[in-house]
T-cell receptor, first 113, second 115 residues
Framework: LAKTTQPISMDSYEGQEVNITCSHNNIATNDYITWYQQFPSQGPRFIIQGYKTKVTNEVASLFIPADRKSSTLSLPRVSLSDTAVYYCLVGDMPSGNTGKLIFGQGTTLQVKP | SAVISQKPSRDICQRGTSLTIQCQVDSQVTMMFWYRQQPGQSLTLIATANQGSEATYESGFVIDKFPISRPNLTFSTLTVSNMSPEDSSIYLC????????????FGQGTRLTVV
């Protein structure tokens, strides 16, 4: 599984858009990019997954450039409840090893009022 | 989706003792996984719990220390044996449902403190 690099921490204010970038220079052809969110005292929760270009759901957007060596998780208009750790993972998700996840250090997002 | 229940949610244990953590899923799943999250750290995969066969352990984790059972497709246990304060962590159970775009589902974790 490809290694990922993210900023250790980020600060934002309520109502702002937050963009967290993840580097994955060694991503393989079959790899997907997945983001998880973890609140204190809870297990990680799936946010979004993509392979290329742009993916959007009710929670976030995921932007993936053509070379796929990085990706950006975009959280629109964050609130205090978005304060959490965000993990970027890369792997051959749909084809096996789907739950065998390699977590990087994650990005701790602190949203301030 | 899958709903995962872990028991206990937390425990304080004496060093040298063992604790068994239970993981129950509300649907049959092929793969179950156990992770450890040390204080302030990310998650590390301990092992894959296979139904009908021995668990597969990741580098740095051994069966004698972390024996795992998987008696059926909805249940697994992880035992932390002969505990020391260094075993104080959150232990999480995870499953995947095998859908095309797979997401893994996690239990709420078991917070273990060894004194």
């Amino acid at each position: 599984l490809a290694k990922t690099t993210q900023p250790i921490s980020m600060d934002s204010y309520e109502g702002q858009e937050v963009n967290i970038t993840c580097s994955h220079n060694n991503i393989a052809t079959n790899d997907y990019i997945t983001w998880y969110q973890q609140f204190p005292s809870q297990g990680p929760r799936f946010i979004i997954q993509g392979y290329k270009t742009k993916v959007t759901n009710e929670v976030a957007s995921l932007f993936i450039p053509a070379d796929r060596k990085s990706s950006t998780l975009s959280l629109p208009r964050v609130s205090l409840s978005d304060t959490a750790v965000y993990y970027c993972l890369v792997g051959d998700m749909p084809s096996g090893n789907t739950g065998k996840l390699i977590f990087g250090q994650g990005t701790t997002l602190q949203v301030k009022p | 989706s899958a709903v995962i229940s872990q028991k206990p949610s937390r425990d304080i244990c004496q060093r040298g003792t063992s604790l068994t953590i239970q993981c129950q899923v509300d649907s049959q799943v092929t793969m179950m996984f156990w992770y450890r999250q040390q204080p302030g750290q990310s998650l590390t995969l301990i092992a894959t719990a296979n139904q009908g066969s021995e668990a597969t352990y990741e580098s740095g984790f051994v069966i004698d220390k972390f024996p795992i059972s998987r008696p059926n497709l909805t249940f697994s246990t992880l035992t932390v044996s002969n505990m020391s304060p260094e075993d104080s962590s959150i232990y999480l159970c995870s499953v995947d449902t095998g859908d095309l775009y797979t997401e893994a589902f996690f239990g709420q974790g078991t917070r273990l403190t060894v004194v």
